[in-house]
């Protein structure tokens, strides 16, 4: 199973940007397509965006399209969230996890302890 360790958020204003990561244990992490979610208080958990296993099909939530890109470095075991454009509305703890497939992304394994982003007006 994959262990997976989130990073990289904090406070920023609107309009500024935050790149997330996500660390992953375990020689199968290549062989999944892989997602960032997030969950602000209050609200159920969602999906945010996912990456093919190759990283050359990526997939993203309608109101995160154009603004946040998902990357991914196999050899590095990494999978990035690179978010641009902020809104208070990005505000949440972000997780990632393995998915069943870039474009029906459910998600795998167990979560994280996630990263928090608060984008402050």
């Known amino acids: 199973q994959v262990q997976l360790v989130e990073s990289g958020g904090g406070l920023v204003q609107a309009g500024g940007s935050l790149r997330l990561s996500c660390a992953a244990s375990?020689?199968?992490?290549?062989?999944?397509?892989m997602g960032w979610f997030r969950q602000a208080p209050g609200k159920e958990r969602e999906f945010v965006a996912a990456i093919s296993w190759s990283g050359s099909s990526t997939y993203y939530a309608d109101s995160v399209k154009g603004r946040f890109t998902i990357s991914r470095d196999n050899a590095e075991n990494t999978v990035y969230l690179q978010m641009n454009s902020l809104k208070p509305e990005d505000t949440a703890a972000y997780y990632c996890?393995?998915?069943?497939?870039?474009?029906?992304?459910?998600?795998?394994?167990?979560w994280g302890q996630g990263t928090q982003v608060t984008v402050s007006s």
């Open positions: 996890n393995t998915l069943t497939s870039t474009y029906v992304p459910r998600p795998l394994g167990s």
């Open positions: 375990g020689r199968t992490f290549s062989s999944y397509a």
